[in-house]
Structures are given as structure tokens and as C-alpha cells.
T-cell receptor, first 109, second 113 residues
Framework: SQTIHQWPATLVQPVGSPLSLECTVE??????LYWYRQAAGRGLQLLFYSVGIGQISSEVPQNLSASRPQDRQFILSSKKLLLSDSGFYLC????????FGQGTRLTVV | LAKTTQPISMDSYEGQEVNITCSHN???????ITWYQQFPSQGPRFIIQ???TKVTNEVASLFIPADRKSSTLSLPRVSLSDTAVYYC??????????????FGKGTKLSVIP
């Protein structure tokens, strides 16, 4: 069966520091991969999606970037974090519908 | 992109049946309809998925009319643990249709003792 791993679960980073969140999927090949962000009490905002290695589509211009160096690996990065980057970040893969990791709670201080 | 519209919130007493309706007027031929449940600080959890008519599993039923422009998630005999946000998603992430899986604002269901 397919599983998705996302880490770390929580992260506290100072303003201006870099960020790297990693997501890996097992049990499927060539999945479509997604990064979402959820602010407190808000809905899911699609940030990036990828349909293959090296193929990244950005939904919202911002301080973040994404990369897909391997078929089942999706990375969310930032060179310099802003306070407004705080939130709950979720990685997902899709077949028919999306299947989510457990999320990373990022607090920028 | 198929956009969805749901009620922002609903309240229900324990033991009642709850129906949450989602509107998706511009659903595409290849799009499936999927419902998710999300608890605070957790990723959304798949509940049920359908294309047309009625689908039932051990936790919910999904009703989709012939025109597919709406769908209704039915939760039988809710309990306090069903208090969560419920999202309707319309899309086909498998690639036959749009790759973009964009969620609506969700419905916050509060179950009252």
C-alpha cells in the first residue's frame, strides 16, 4: 500500500533562516505531488504541485520554492524565512483524490 | 478548475444524521468527488469518493445527482468525535483531468452532546 512520510512534525525557526521540508512517498511510482499550507483556522492553500521529476508548478508567488529531485521525493524550501511563513504545511500525493502526510507545524520567530 | 462551495459551519446533536452539501457547478467529465475529514494539527483524511449516483462505505454515504453539479456527504448518527472540518474536493489527480487539486474552505461540523 502507498504511504507518505513528511518530516519534521514541528519546527521553530528564526526569521531569515533557511527552510527545508522533505516529503517521500512509498508504494507508487510517478505520483503527482503537492505542497499545501494551512494558516490557523483557515483552509488548505495549494502552494506547489509536481507531475514528474524536475517539474514544478507554482500556484502562489511567495518566499518559498519546491523541488523534486527524485520520483518520490518532494522538497519545500526557503532561503530566508519570514514571519508570514508560519503555518501548517502538508504534503500530498494523488491518484484519484489526494492523500496527505501528517504535516509540519512551522513557527517562524 | 472546478470550484466548490460548502456551508462554512454546521451544528448537530449526537446521534443525528448529518448531511453536508457541496456545490461544484463546473465539474469536468473526468473529475471525481472526494470528501475529507480534518482534525486540528492533522492532515486531511480520506472519507469517501464517488463519480455519480450513490456510494456507501463503513463511515459515510455520498450522494451525487445525475447532473453531478453537487454532492452530499451523509454521516449517520454522529458522535462527538465527528467534530471536524469536512472538505469536498473535485478533481482528477490521476492525470486524466486537471492536476491541480484545489480545496474549498471546508465545513466546520460541531457535534453537541
Amino acid at each position: 500500500s502507498q504511504t507518505i512520510h513528511q518530516w519534521p512534525a514541528t519546527l521553530v525557526q528564526p526569521v531569515g533562516s533557511p527552510l527545508s521540508l522533505e516529503c517521500t512517498v512509498e508504494g507508487t511510482s510517478n505520483p503527482n505531488l503537492y505542497w499545501y499550507r494551512q494558516a490557523a483556522g483557515r483552509g488548505l492553500q495549494l502552494l506547489f504541485y509536481s507531475v514528474g521529476i524536475g517539474q514544478i508548478s507554482s500556484e502562489v508567488p511567495q518566499n518559498l520554492s519546491a523541488s523534486r529531485p527524485q520520483d518520490r521525493q518532494f522538497i519545500l524550501s526557503s532561503k530566508k524565512l519570514l514571519l508570514s511563513d508560519s503555518g501548517f504545511y502538508l504534503c500530498a500525493w494523488s491518484g484519484l483524490g489526494a492523500f496527505f502526510g501528517q504535516g509540519t507545524r512551522l513557527t517562524v520567530v | 478548475l472546478a470550484k466548490t462551495t460548502q456551508p462554512i459551519s454546521m451544528d448537530s446533536y449526537e446521534g443525528q444524521e448529518v448531511n453536508i452539501t457541496c456545490s461544484h457547478n463546473n465539474i469536468a467529465t473526468n473529475d471525481y468527488i472526494t470528501w475529507y475529514q480534518q482534525f486540528p494539527s492533522q492532515g486531511p483524511r480520506f472519507i469517501i469518493q464517488g463519480y455519480k449516483t450513490k456510494v456507501t462505505n463503513e463511515v459515510a454515504s455520498l450522494f451525487i445527482p445525475a447532473d453531478r453539479k453537487s454532492s452530499t456527504l451523509s454521516l449517520p448518527r454522529v458522535s462527538l468525535s465527528d467534530t471536524a472540518v469536512y472538505y469536498c474536493l473535485v478533481g482528477d489527480g490521476s492525470g486524466a483531468g486537471s492536476y491541480q487539486l484545489t480545496f474549498g474552505k471546508g465545513t466546520k461540523l460541531s457535534v453537541i452532546p
